[in-house]
């Protein structure tokens, strides 16, 4: 038999229907094959595929695997007969069960077909579907058949209620009568919720579409940005192979001038002059050698007759050219014969010099290039256009301007310090030398923009000092500018958030609202939709919060409006 705790084992989580051709995702979870379809392809747009009910996620689109076993027990489920406790018998019918097609809610008893025709004879009794619940259809109080309704009291009667109980008197109607008349009550009704429903299905459509809208602007943004990263991380990865050629070049060149010194420092310990002269590679880069080579020879015994037969090992000049006549005795006719080897290898000397000094000069030219590519400003500067632009379609996408604003001098109050760009407000001591103006605030410390927002979506950021006490918002023109209804927020034409270090709140009409946020973030940031009546606050912190959001019908030009007191500054940041 069928329990109802299998019957709800056997719904979609998304239809909440029995499974339809039911499918397997990777996590286990089942669908019919047409919800789960669905589903992904509303998750196309943004790249990512989850689970309706568990949300693992996946790259790629999860392949859908039939579950057969499942859709076997929906089958068997669905073509199993009714439980035997729910069907209801003829009492007469003893001998074997048939079921009852009519129940007699006078004599309570339900009877088939053919016990019916018999029964039938009484004409007075009531009949109805075959039930086994008769507590529903009588009189609590009577323990008679239900046959009238009360609309007065709202209650089923029988016919000693309408006689002689509490409701005599009233107007009552026979049960068939006000149960057609509430069907037709709920006909009307219903007709007019259709349309309510075809327009919520129609809004429900809207944000669907909207949604995938956003899901695929979200998606190219992403493509966008990963391209972004993906060109910069080319960048550093050619920048760092050049470095590593250039530092591979300057250790072979390190390598060989170690090995020069080392053996300029052997040869530095070498006693023997005639050895020491003929190491041509040595004199030609050395710039004291001509003194050296120039004197007498000093005395220089003919004992060490090993060094007879010397080549030179200049490598600019021949070893034919430099062959020395030693008669084995007489260092000085040894060095007449090397003065003439060395005027060779002056002239290879300066082509060796000019040939360093050109390496050296393109080498320069390499690493110039080489620093003008990894300069960290400009692959920064790079990097900041980049996201500029990205936030410029962003903002263009969404459709809202960060407006220029400035602060007007006119409607200053005297007390109130503007700098000179007009970006920044401060509470001040002194008074400020500014001439008379039928716009300027002339009780409270404050201060309206220049230019008012009469359309479109706008965002801007203002930073406060976190000293003092001060209002940021927004104001009609035609604010007053003198006595208690000239504060902001203190009157239907200016909306505030209301500042000090303890207190943070919204503020119009001389209405107060506790936020229940300790100001301890110095950033704002302040949205307006115009068109929408909406004014949103919101503090920019780590996590940026929503503070809270005005709604009004606007019917003039807004402006931005500051107070500032006890020190308070005020700064229009964007």
Known sequence: MASADLRDELDCSICLSFYTDPISLRCGHNFCRSCIVSALDAQEAAGVYSCPDCREESPQRPALEKNRKLANIVER??????????RIFCTYCIKSPVLAVRTCLHCETSMCQKHLGAHNKAVDHILTDPTSSFGNKKCSIHKKVLEYYCPQDAACLCVTCCLLGKHQGHQVELLGEASEKKKEKLRKYLGELNPQKAELQTGVQNLQDHKKNIQEKAS???KNIR?????????LEMAEKKISHLIKELEKEEKELSEKMHHMEQMCHVTDPIRLLQ???ITVSSNGDDDDTGGGGGDIHSDDNRHTGLVSRQADVPVSDTKIRD????????????????ACGDKSAAAEKEAAVHKATKKEKEEEKLRKELDEDLISLTLHRSMRDIVTRVTSGLRFQVPDILLDEDTACILVELSADLKTATDSEEEQQRPESPRRFLIYWQVLSRCGLSSGRHYWEVAWNQVGKCNIGMSYPSIERKGEQSGIGDNDKSWCLDLNDKYCGALHNSVSLDLSVRPTCPTFGVFLD???????????CDSIRHLYTFTASFTEPLHVAFYVDYGASVTITS
């Open 327 to 342: 008669n084995g005795t007489d260092p000085i006719t040894v060095l007449q014969e090397l003065d003439q080897g060395a």
């Open 77 to 86: 489920f669905l073509s199993s007969p009714p439980d035997m406790g729910s």
């Open 220 to 222: 190219e943004k992403r």
């Open 279 to 281: 190491e041509m590679d």
């Open 530 to 540: 115009y068109e929408a009546g909406r004014l949103s606050f919101y503090a920019l």
């Open 227 to 235: 391209k972004l990263f993906m060109d910069m991380k080319e960048q």
